[in-house]
T-cell receptor
Framework: ETGVTQTPRHLVMGMTNKKSLKCEQH?????MYWYKQSAKKPLELMFV???????ENNSVPSRFSPECPNSSHLFLHLHTLQPEDSALYLC??????????????FGPGTRLTVL | GQNIDQPTEMTATEGAIVQINCTYQ??????LFWYQQHAGEAPTFLSY??LDGLEEKGRFSSFLSRSKGYSYLLLKELQMKDSASYLC??????????WGAGTKLIIKP
């Protein structure tokens, strides 16, 4: 398997559920990212992990909780979400997240619907 | 504040040329990226410019003017498969990408 994979591809959950999104990269990269993509809006950066350390948290509500156990895996734990959290959640990775202009490679995303 | 502007939607004809413009305002600048995103798929990297001028890659070219805060993506010999959204993103002084909302390009036969 190559590139960046994400599971599940689609998720429907109620506001009281707890679920997790998973991302795995097979590119040997050291930086991983979570983005939220809503229709006709710019990509919103949520979290950045660089060498397993969280380096960015862009004022994301605490109902979103990231976890990065190693440089290849990234999780986004979800609980008590709101309907406005429905969006496409994209994971990306790059060689490094610091002072390097390396392109980011994206996974196919998880389409999340909160009822 | 930081901002990226690009047209919401453009239409072009198969075989023609189209130019998608992007203007940016960022705190510092470390380069400009273009990505392509087909509906329901992941964004894929197209180009990176950090110096002024034109970078050509096959049918696609990208231009940057740092003094004007301006870039464009030029697509030649358009094919139906080029129908997609094109995302412009500028890297700021913290090496964080600031994204535009994307330009949906519709190709007509």
């Amino acid at each position: 398997e190559t590139g960046v994979t994400q599971t599940p591809r689609h998720l429907v959950m109620g506001m009281t559920n707890k679920k997790s999104l998973k991302c795995e990269q097979h590119l040997g990269h050291n930086a991983m990212y979570w983005y939220k993509q809503s229709a006709k809006k710019p990509l919103e950066l949520m979290f950045v992990y660089n060498f397993k350390e969280q380096t960015e948290n862009n004022s994301v509500p605490s109902r979103f909780s990231p976890e990065c156990p190693n440089s290849s895996h990234l999780f986004l734990h979800l609980h008590t979400l709101q309907p406005e959290d429905s969006a496409l959640y994209l994971c990306a990775s790059s060689k490094e997240g610091g002072e390097g202009q390396y392109e980011q490679f994206f996974g196919p995303g998880t389409r999340l619907t909160v009822l | 504040g930081q901002n990226i502007d690009q047209p919401t939607e453009m239409t072009a004809t198969e075989g023609a040329i189209v130019q998608i413009n992007c203007t940016y305002q960022t705190s510092g600048f470390n380069g400009l990226f273009w990505y392509q995103q087909h509906a329901g798929e992941a964004p894929t990297f197209l180009s990176y410019n950090v110096l002024d001028g034109l970078e050509e890659k096959g049918r696609f070219s990208s231009f940057l003017s740092r003094s004007k805060g301006y870039s464009y993506l030029l697509l030649k010999e358009l094919q139906m498969k080029d129908s997609a959204s094109y995302l412009c993103a500028a890297m700021d002084s913290n090496y964080q990408l600031i994204w535009g909302a994307g330009t949906k390009l519709i190709i007509k036969p």
